[in-house]
């Protein structure tokens, strides 16, 4: 009887190779932050972000600069860290900032291409189950990616390059209002399906009327202006 045909051995699985230690510290702090689960005003130090995250000061030193660079926390010497809170003054500038190029984008998206309409449907429907799973900052990251898209599809780099700048800023709001008025987020879906709505029937200014409301009843909400 013929022997059996060897097997042939497997080839030894390469280790998952981890981010720098410092590039850890810093994705657990600015997730922290974006999700508010490190609210503004709170002092973070560095003993407890090495604990949190099992790496040595050094790293966690690293990852404030970046991060006080980028805008989220302010560093005092031998205390800590403070995160910042979002300003007024931060509110009315990302606001402003959205307007101009989100109204500019929902005119420019029109006529929609299948691929648009097809991808936005796609963002609002998983904007709807996550909704429904209670899922606050992935409800914020998916509702950022559904304005990101359209912005994407006005064919202009380097206003899409700017409104990518403005990421961060707008997932803390974004979490922030859902936290304070959890009525928010089913009228976020329905806004966004009267944008999607108005961009499928070619509806430009329609579109960008849509924007201009829902962006503005954010600046209202994150200012406390509840009417």
Do not use: W
């Not at 850890?24 to 997730?31: A, D, G, L, P």
């Not at 974006?34 to 130090?45: A, D, F, I, S, V």
């Not at 500019?104 to 991808?119: G, H």
């Amino acid at each position: 009887m013929p022997a059996a045909p060897a097997v042939p051995a497997k080839p030894p699985t390469a280790p998952v190779k981890r981010p720098p230690a410092a590039e850890r510290v810093y994705t657990h702090i600015k997730e922290a932050v974006l999700e508010r689960r490190y609210e503004g005003g709170t002092l973070l130090t560095e003993g407890d972000l090495a604990d949190a995250v099992g790496v040595s000061r050094t790293p966690v030193r690293e990852a404030l600069l970046r991060l006080e660079v980028e805008g989220l926390i302010k560093l005092y010497p031998k205390k800590g860290a403070l995160v910042l809170a979002v300003s007024a003054q931060e509110i009315k500038d990302v606001v402003e900032t959205r307007l101009l190029v989100e109204e500019f984008a929902a005119r420019r998206a029109v006529p929609a291409t299948p691929q648009l309409v097809a991808r936005l449907e796609r963002l609002l429907e998983e904007q709807r189950q996550l909704a429904e799973a209670g899922d606050l900052a992935a409800v914020a990251v998916k509702d950022r990616c559904f304005h990101a898209e359209i912005v994407k599809h006005a064919g202009n780099e380097i206003l899409s390059r700017l409104y990518d700048q403005l990421r961060d800023r707008q997932l803390r709001m974004g979490v922030a209002v859902m936290e304070a008025h959890p009525g928010r987020i089913e009228a976020n879906v329905t806004e966004h399906g009267e944008l999607l709505d108005a961009i499928r029937a070619g509806d430009a200014e329609g579109a960008a009327l849509v924007v201009r409301r829902h962006v503005g009843r954010v600046r209202e909400l994150v200012r406390g202006e509840d009417r």
